[in-house]
């Protein structure tokens, strides 16, 4: 993934002004520099300083926003690297492979910056702009990416385990001492309660492996994202659907405990 | 009557010996050997529910920490996707 991300910024450094071409015809409308691609082609040359312009944009004031974006970027990425270090359901793989990621784009971020901060040229400044947000694309997949995987986590080291060990506890209490309790509405929360965890279990798994889902979600690239800005989308529905079954499968237990007591 | 008196306290003082009790004391002794009734099972039933709901209730609590967890991961994943990543 780190691969792919460094092939991707190294391209759309080296190709220059032609990056920006590329960005745009993938898309990229923003305001900011969109109107600069034509414009640079024939500034190419122009000269260093911060008198150079291009779609009236000056050097400095490229690099200053270069910098605001880079300074952005690395203010989240120090956060999120913060908050997956921190949490503990996270499997030692998956929080191996999003810190990857993370620590990969901060130091990327950085490198470009400072990169940006030494452009001699309008062309190439806007150039390395780009690629901040193309190469990358922290906020649109990086951080989506290890929030998502750190809650398929969250649901299938936190909760699934939890709510297996009540099932069978419960199970166990109404086949035994509790039988007399088990009247035919605990039997229906008890079923709908294996229902749910199956549709946790289901949902997470989506993809390859016992976590497929977060599986799946690591192994998007910027590249990946700049064709389909929808990439992550069937992951977050996914997601919500689990969640949505831990909340009622954690109201059965809730339920039967009641039952029971 | 000295010596009846002293008879009777000697009679007293070893009954007490018997039962592990001091003369003086108005201690109930523990029971030994107690023949197990329904009080004793009861308290035995009881014991293992709170064991159960206790086991219990610990999964709920964590349940709810990690659904907590899932639902503020997607609540960030989804401020970060908010954020304008185009030049």
């Not at chain 1, 691609?37 to 944009?57: D, I, K, L, V, W």
């Not at chain 2, 009080?39 to 206790?54: E, F, I, K, R």
Request: charge should be neutral; glycine fraction near 6%.
């Amino acid at each position: 993934m780190n691969a792919a991300k460094g092939a991707l910024a190294a391209v759309a450094v080296a190709a220059g002004v032609t990056a920006g071409v590329t960005a745009g015809a993938a898309g990229l409308t923003g305001p900011a520099f969109a109107q600069t691609t034509a414009s640079t082609s024939a500034n190419t040359n122009a000269g260093p300083g911060t008198s150079s312009r291009a779609g009236g944009h000056t050097l400095s004031a490229v690099q200053a926003k270069a910098a605001h974006a880079v300074s952005q970027r690395v203010a989240s990425l120090n956060r999120a690297i913060s908050d997956i270090n921190a949490n503990k359901n996270l499997t030692s793989a998956d929080r191996s492979a999003v810190l990857q990621i993370l620590n990969g784009d901060l130091s990327a971020m950085n490198t470009l910056g400072a990169k940006i901060a030494a452009d001699t040229t309008v062309s190439q400044a806007v150039a390395d702009y780009r690629s901040i947000f193309t190469g990358y694309r922290v906020y649109a997949l990086a951080l989506p990416q290890a929030r998502l995987v750190a809650a398929a986590d969250d649901l299938s080291v936190g909760v699934v385990p939890r709510l297996t060990d009540a099932q069978s506890r419960l199970q166990a209490l109404l086949s035994g001492k509790d039988a007399s309790k088990d009247t035919p509405a605990v039997q229906a929360s008890m079923a709908d309660l294996a229902k749910q965890i199956s549709g946790i279990t289901t949902a997470i798994s989506a993809g390859s492996g016992q976590n497929g889902l977060a599986t799946s979600i690591l192994a998007y690239t910027p590249a990946q994202w700049n064709a389909n800005h929808s990439l992550l989308d069937p992951a977050h529905t996914q997601i919500q659907t689990a969640r949505a079954d831990a909340k009622a499968a954690r109201a059965d237990v809730k339920s039967v405990i009641q039952a029971i007591k | 009557m000295n010596r009846l008196v002293a008879a009777i306290a000697a009679s007293l003082a070893l009954g007490a010996a018997a039962t592990g009790c001091h003369p003086s004391s108005n201690a109930v002794p523990p029971p030994v050997n107690r023949p197990a009734g329904n009080s004793t099972a009861n308290s035995v039933a009881s014991s293992t529910d709170q064991s159960d709901l206790a086991a219990l209730n610990a999964d709920l609590a964590g349940i709810d920490a990690a659904t907590q967890a899932a639902t503020e991961d997607v609540g960030a994943a989804d401020q970060a996707a908010a954020e304008n990543d185009n030049p």
